[in-house]
């Protein structure tokens, strides 16, 4: 079975117009994809979420953590 790893993103408040625009967004470079694939794992990216009970869900749920 398949390890789910967790992946966190980079993330713009919307302040950086080079960066997504206006809009808040989750960035992500695609090579930290294909390394946690390559290994024989399951990519999971991690939202920002505000609900406490989501976050511990999602930490739950994973088996390994990169941090980019």
């Keep these: 079975m398949k390890s789910?790893?967790?992946?966190?993103?980079?993330f713009n408040a919307g302040d950086r117009r080079?960066?997504?625009g206006r809009e808040p967004t989750y960035?992500?470079?695609a090579r930290y994809i294909?390394?946690?694939?390559d290994l024989g794992g399951i990519p999971l990216v991690l939202p920002?979420?505000?609900d406490l009970?989501?976050?511990r869900r999602l930490v739950t749920s994973i088996?390994?953590?990169l941090l980019t």
Excluded: N
């Excluded at 789910?4 to 980079?10: E, Q």
């Design 18 to 20: 080079e960066w997504g």
């Design 63 to 65: 088996v390994g953590l």
């Design 4 to 10: 789910l790893i967790g992946v966190t993103p980079d």
């Design 48 to 50: 920002l979420a505000a």
């Design 27 to 29: 960035f992500l470079r």
């Design 34 to 37: 294909r390394a946690i694939e």
């Design 53 to 55: 009970a989501a976050r």
